[in-house]
């Protein structure tokens, strides 16, 4: 397995661009969930999914969209980026909602200028 | 959600024993007490979980005092590759649980 993968690992936009930062998972889990971290900070929910088609905000989920049209799948879409957007992305997966256990991506790290 | 409170960051030498507290006053009944191990320019990695008393695993043992207001990671004999960020969680698995990550422990072990 895989696990879980995320694409790109680096990015840099200007500000007002779009982009859409790609995560997948092979485990078959339920539930996956995008993290954004800042220098010096935990990890702050932006979005969540507990199963196809079925999305929810997180903690800070304001400049994001997310869609879950697959299991595997679970895109993160920057509408229009500023540069308090800079952050490292991290994409997670666990099998349900009710597991502790999440398997974490490797990580998108993106500046915005 | 409950809060956590844990040390912002701890140093050791190879060798020893390190223990990260972790304190979750307002823990309810249906909560368990998650530990997450972060490396630098990596995601968080999952460790341990336990509910109360003592577990043990091949990286860590979870202590859990009887009250449950507050919980122990212990790191058997670290080396300088334990140097990495540690974060106590607290979820509930009777329902759904976002896991809220706080800023962790960063832990240095040094030679």
């Known amino acids: 397995n895989a696990g879980v993968t995320q694409t790109p690992k680096f990015q840099v936009l200007k500000t007002g661009q779009s982009m859409t930062l790609q995560c997948a998972q092979d485990m078959n889990h339920e539930y996956m969930s995008w993290y954004r971290q800042d220098p010096g900070m935990g990890l702050r929910l932006i979005h969540y999914s507990v199963g196809a088609g079925i999305t929810d905000q997180g903690e800070v989920p304001n400049g994001y969209n997310v869609s879950r049209s697959t299991t595997e799948d679970f895109p993160l879409r920057l509408l229009s980026a500023a540069p308090s957007q800079t952050s490292v992305y991290f994409c997670?997966?666990?099998?349900?909602?009710?597991?502790?256990?999440?398997?974490f991506g490797p990580g998108t790290r993106l500046t915005v200028t | 959600l409950a809060k956590t409170t844990q040390p912002i960051s701890m140093d050791s030498y190879e060798g020893q024993e390190v223990n990260i507290t972790c304190s979750h006053n307002?823990?309810?009944?249906?909560?368990?007490i998650t530990w997450y191990q972060q490396f630098p320019s990596q995601g968080p990695r999952f460790i341990i979980q336990?509910?109360?008393t003592k577990v043990t695993n091949e990286v860590a043992s979870l202590f859990i005092p009887a009250d449950r207001k507050s919980s122990t990671l212990s790191l058997p004999r670290v080396s300088l590759s334990d140097t990495a960020v540690y974060y106590c969680?607290?979820?509930?698995?009777?329902?759904?649980?976002?896991?809220?990550f706080g800023k962790g422990t960063m832990l240095l072990v040094s030679p």
């Open positions: 997670a997966s666990r099998t349900d909602r009710r597991s502790v256990e999440q398997y």
């Open positions: 307002n823990i309810a009944t249906n909560d368990y």
């Open positions: 969680l607290v979820a509930t698995n009777s329902g759904y649980s976002t896991l809220t």
């Open positions: 336990g509910y109360k």
